[in-house]
């Protein structure tokens, strides 16, 4: 990225990934493919040959392990310290006439947003989105919330999340939620006890979905106020919950 920017005071990429629809119709776009819950048999064909067919991939090192294997590409890794470095390596390959593809968990449309605009800012060229097979429609399948009926929100991103935690508590009890945490000082137990502080009904049933699609996956069926006893803390030790959870309340 060209620009300094602070997540507390902006701008916020999430911000430049949104400013505009999509050219319909770019020139050698790079593709921000969005891989599924971690599963690979939740990789769309259309995001596998994005994959496939780059001759660069960039991503977070968790992101990227899961499709090593699915491309000849040079990997380019990342976690945050060195992000902004490794996206101006994948600019500079990307200017260069290679075929560029960064790579997200989940569907970039949910919670990757700030990701996206890194990438976007980087390469000054169209990013064309692949939706993926989010955590959150599984989830939504296993709690049978349906997605008209229920508030989404995502707490996994850095920066003010006031905005958001007022739709939960706005929300709560009236439509079914779905939360997707952040490790490890938002996690489930501390969104359970916001609800309850917003006056919600303390034995409505909150469903912790852990590792989703995963041959460990779990779903821990509770309540709102039994949930709340997790609250606290900002380390793995502080949660009996996975860093890779989401959370469903139910309106019921």
Do not use: W
Not at 19 to 40: K, Q, S
Not at 81 to 86: G, I, L, M
Not at 172 to 179: A, N, T
Not at 205 to 220: F, I, P
């Amino acid at each position: 990225m060209s620009d300094d920017y602070d997540l507390d005071t902006g701008p916020d990429p999430a911000t430049f990934a949104a400013a505009a629809p999509e050219d319909p119709d770019p020139d050698d776009p790079v593709h921000a493919v969005g891989i599924g819950p971690g599963n690979l048999d939740y990789l769309t064909p259309r995001g596998e040959r994005a994959v496939r067919e780059a001759d660069v991939v960039v991503g977070f090192e968790t992101v990227v392990e899961f499709v090593a294997d699915r491309t000849d590409a040079d990997l380019l890794t990342c976690g945050y310290r060195d992000e902004a470095a490794t996206l101006e390596r994948f600019a500079e390959r990307v200017a260069a006439g290679e075929r560029g593809t960064a790579v997200l968990m989940g569907d970039p449309n949910h919670s990757g947003y700030q990701f996206v605009g890194k990438v976007q800012r980087a390469v000054d060229r169209p990013v064309r989105v692949i939706p993926g097979i989010s955590s959150l429609q599984v989830a939504a399948s296993r709690a049978r919330t349906p997605m008209e009926a229920t508030t989404f929100v995502t707490l996994h991103k850095s920066g003010d999340l006031s905005e958001d935690l007022d739709r939960l508590r706005r929300d709560v009890g009236d439509r079914h939620l779905l939360v997707l945490p952040r490790p490890y000082d938002l996690m489930p137990g501390d969104a359970a006890a916001e609800l309850l502080d917003a006056g919600a009904d303390p034995e409505l049933t909150a469903l912790v979905c852990e590792r989703l699609t995963h041959e460990d996956e779990a779903v821990t069926r509770t309540t709102l106020d039994d949930l709340a006893e997790h609250a606290g803390g900002d380390e793995p030790a502080d949660t009996p919950f996975s860093d890779l959870s989401v959370l469903a309340v139910r309106r019921d």
